[in-house]
């Protein structure tokens, strides 16, 4: 495989050089920004590893994980850098909201410094949201046959724009092969999309375990409902590669109290849901 070079990304030229692994000849694109598209092309055109030379970091970081998901191999010749960022803000610390100036540099948060002003029309800075159970986002369900590493990337990205910076895609009551692959998969764009690796903090499993009576079961499907099982909880974890974080059951089913110190030993959390035991 012949290696390529980028010249001039961000600029409104783009040469690659080095491209004789299918044309015999060098290729310049002249692109309005570097986007994730003109990268996968470049891959496709080298068919070999590319070398990214003085790219603007703000341009490129979306690419460079569609990239990486692909199995391209980017390398920074030279890390990026930027000029300090300030942000005028409101924040609350410990008391009042007061208004500060936050500095940022290479994206990391190198000083916050408060100063007078009339702070209510200012933007409110404060940590992202942490969602421990979404079973789906903009009509696309993780409990689902056809969900693929494309889907979990899509919807990963999307709960950005609604201050959700780490959250648990939710799987629910199914049949096993159903769970199986919705694990297996949620697995697998953690370890190929690095921006859904950031943002995942673990699985949060909604059943099977639940119980079947109306009413307690809510939606979940009374067919698939089911006392708890540890060789198949065993085998549903190693589908997500140990990442089942939280468990929602019911513990009215004999055997339950076994079984949630079993989860305990191995760190996952348990939460008490759909049930109908009254004591």
Request: include cysteine; charged fraction near 20%; hydrophobic fraction near 40%.
């Amino acid at each position: 495989h012949m290696g390529a070079r980028i010249r001039g990304a961000g600029s409104p030229r783009i040469t690659i050089e080095g491209v004789e692994a299918r044309s015999g000849a060098d290729h310049t694109i002249i692109p309005d920004r570097i986007e994730a598209g003109t990268l996968m092309c470049a891959a496709a055109i080298t068919d070999g590893d590319i070398t990214l030379d003085n790219c603007p970091l703000d341009a490129l970081m979306a690419a460079v994980d569609r990239l990486s998901a692909m199995g391209v191999a980017v390398e920074s010749l030279s890390p990026p850098t930027a000029d300090p960022m300030r942000l005028t803000c409101r924040i609350r610390r410990t008391g009042p909201m007061e208004p500060v100036e936050i500095t940022t540099e290479d994206g990391r948060i190198t000083a916050v410094e408060s100063f007078d002003a009339v702070g209510e029309s200012l933007p409110y800075i404060a940590p992202a949201f942490l969602d421990l159970q979404v079973n789906g986002f903009g009509g696309q369900d993780f409990t689902d046959t056809a969900l693929t590493a494309q889907h979990v990337e899509k919807v990963s990205l999307a709960l950005d724009q609604h201050g959700v910076g780490g959250y648990c895609p939710t799987v629910t009551t199914q049949s096993f092969d159903v769970l199986a692959h919705a694990l297996r998969t949620i697995a697998s764009a953690c370890d190929e999309v690095p921006a859904v690796a950031s943002r995942v903090v673990g699985i949060h499993l909604e059943g099977p375990y639940i119980c079947a009576e109306e009413g307690p079961r809510g939606a979940h499907p009374m067919e698939h409902c089911r006392p708890p099982d540890w060789e198949e909880f065993q085998k549903l974890q190693d589908a997500a590669q140990g990442r089942i974080r939280i468990l929602t059951l019911s513990p009215d089913d004999e055997g339950s109290a076994e079984f949630i110190r079993r989860l305990a030993d191995f760190g996952v959390v348990v939460a008490i849901g759909h049930t109908a035991a009254a004591t």
